[in-house]
């Protein structure tokens, strides 16, 4: 499995999040506490936003994320108010620069944690149905793009929501097909670059672990000492695959079978099902 970050909210450099945290992105890629490896080391990537520009910056590798010398340097220079990172530990599909997340089409980025069980019996009947015009745009061989590329067939430009909804039902249905009792496992981190959607839903009822922060202006009242907090601006939004560090009140659990949308007109918190 993998682990991610997303975040969102006034510009920020990217070294504050990746690096600076007790229990980093990068700490996580060699001691993760809540995924099934220990070490995230089969690559890495970051996308993030800049004003004037319609579609996201996207750089990913195959080394591990902990001794990479350039994700230090774009991570201390580069100031974004919304990025993915992403750090990978491959559940059989090839170790190769198009499999490492975030993926991107047009202004869309997408992430992914988790496995479609059996992906090597669904795989064929999965890629048919892709639109055809979107499938020339599928680089790697993950199930994670699959998901992706199924989900803007299904809608995800218009109905973010429905699109991923409708996805996981297909994934579902083709999977019982095939004979796989409990086809999908996933939590989605999406974004347009405006709004940011994340996604925790598996067919077990098992999802793999993510939370989402409290508001800063509350963990300052609570931690007024913590240099970190200093940093990041009030309107700070982080999902994270796993917390960041071990600060009192700072991490909410995401329930099992819901979606958040973090958003300028508001955050909101809805259940999920396949479609």
Known sequence: MCRWLAYSG????????LYKPVHSLIDQSLHAKMGVETTNGDGFGVGWYVPD?????????????????????????????????????????AVQQTNCHPFRYGRWMWMHNGAIAGFHLLRRDLALSVAPELFPY???????EMMFYLALTLGLEEDPPGAVARMAGLVERVGHEHGVEFPLQMSVAVTDGVRLWAFRYSTRKESRSLFY??????????????AFLREIADDARLIVSEPLGDLPGAWNAVPEGTYGVVQPEGDRMHAFAPA
Do not use: C, Q, Y
């Open 10 to 17: 006034t510009p920020i450099l990217l070294d504050s999040i």
């Open 213 to 226: 922060s409290t508001r800063v202006d509350t963990l300052r009242s609570l931690h007024p000492d913590v």
């Open 53 to 93: 520009k319609d579609t996201p910056a996207v750089v990913r590798d195959t080394g591990p994320a902990w001794s990479d010398r350039n994700l230090r340097e774009i991570a201390e220079h580069v100031v974004s108010p919304l990025f993915f990172a992403h750090i990978r530990a491959s559940t059989g599909t």
């Open 138 to 144: 599928m680089e790697g061989s993950t199930d994670s």
